[in-house]
Each structure stands twice: as structure tokens, then as C-alpha cells.
């Protein structure tokens, strides 16, 4: 999720929520994190990523996917747009 959406949305609830429910929701969020914080993510074994790596490189022979070149412009484009969303705000 973008910054500006996010800023978007924390905008919204402030302008919506009272405080006591600004706390509640705050109290709960921290408490996802704090949980989801301790799950680590458990390392790819190496024929995990040999599998990957196979996909990766029959989808790019068959022409699926986007080149990085093309992602890269893509995203340069969309971080412009939120910027210029937000000149104008």
C-alpha cells in the first residue's frame, strides 16, 4: 500500500474516530504487530529455490512478466502521479 494511501486513511480516521476509539484501535494494531512480529518467515530450501528459479525463467521464455526496465518506469510513473496528488491537495 502506498504512503499516500496510508496517509489517506489514517486522514480519514482522524477526522472520523474519537479518541477513545483512535486508542482502542491504536492498542489493537500494536498488539498485530507485536504478534506478527515474532513469526519469522522460515528460510526457502535450495530446491525451493531452484523450483522458483525453473518458473521464473519458463514464464520469461514463454514472454510473461514485465522487464525490470519496464517496472522500473511504471512505478517512476505511479510515484509521480502521488506526488502530484498531493501538490494539489
Request: no cysteine; hydrophobic share 35%; net charge negative.
Amino acid at each position: 500500500m502506498s504512503t499516500a494511501t496510508l496517509q489517506g486513511l489514517l486522514d480519514y480516521l482522524t477526522d472520523t474516530l474519537s479518541t477513545s476509539n483512535m486508542l482502542w484501535l491504536s492498542e489493537r494494531l500494536t498488539d498485530y504487530a507485536r504478534k506478527n512480529e515474532k513469526q519469522q518467515l522460515k528460510p526457502y530450501t535450495m530446491d525451493e529455490i531452484r523450483a522458483r528459479m525453473e518458473i521464473a525463467e519458463s514464464e520469461s521464455a514463454a514472454g510473461l512478466g514485465i522487464d525490470s526496465e519496464d517496472m522500473i518506469r511504471e512505478l517512476e510513473t505511479e510515484f509521480a502521479q502521488e506526488d502530484m496528488k498531493k501538490t494539489n491537495q
